[in-house]
């Protein structure tokens, strides 16, 4: 039997931004490997006989640690001929793929990654929110919320922050005192314009604006998963929010 991993983006929520390519990956799928940020409504399209896994992550309860996801990616692809990895955005944004596909390559297992619509441009678009501008903002920076385990945000050279324009921080809501902390300690003004937005491209959408001297109160009535956006493009939302 020659089986096949498909490492797997579902993107940001909306179960409409969900690729062709992945639709079709997820219908085929004789196992299925889930995250907790994977939309549970794409699961109805997997075949009645496709076995369902599930190994999600949440702040302080790691279901199943990485080392052992790893594992069972491989123990089930030497059982079934596709495997689908099914992964909440995309695989390689922060999303551990690149781990999995290393691992699997050691052991001598095919894999295909299957890009996803990244959170971190796709949920400020549905704020309203778009992360470059011409004659605000050329460029922007996604940078992780947490490190791995023994390593903290606070190891970052923030002092490389000075110069961007637009920061999108991913699975950043719990150390979000520390973030707004270190970017007004490399210089960025407190009147710089922020906001959070929580469960982004859903119905539970929320979004909370500030900037970096009241986003860190304001911040109490976020829940995760959530993405933090700094940066002038923040202030175009009065005119370009279309999904509230």
Partial sequence: MKSKVYLT?????????????????IQNADVIIYDRLANSEILKEAKKEAK????GKEKG???????????IIYQNALKYEKVVRLKGGDPFVFGRGGEEALYLKKRGIAFEIIPGVTSAISVPAYA???????????????????????ENIADINWNSFIEDE??????????????????????????YPCAI??????????????????????????????????GEVVKLRNDLKWFD
């Fill in 9 to 25: 983006g579902a993107g940001p929520g909306d179960i409409e931004l969900l690729t062709v390519k992945a639709l079709k990956a």
């Fill in 52 to 55: 369902l896994i599930f190994v």
């Fill in 61 to 71: 309860f790691h279901r199943v640690p990485q080392d052992e996801i790893n594992e």
């Fill in 128 to 150: 309203g929110i778009p992360v470059t501008n011409r004659g605000i903002t050329p460029s922007f920076r996604v940078v992780t919320g947490h490190r791995k385990t023994n």
């Fill in 166 to 191: 637009t920061i999108i921080f991913l699975m950043g809501l719990h150390n979000i005192e520390l973030i707004i902390t270190n970017l007004l300690k490399v210089g960025k003004p407190k009147d």
């Fill in 197 to 230: 937005i929580s469960n982004g491209t859903t119905k539970n959408q929320k979004v909370i604006e500030g900037t970096l001297d009241t986003i860190v109160q304001k911040s109490k009535d976020a829940v995760s998963p959530s993405i933090i956006i700094v």
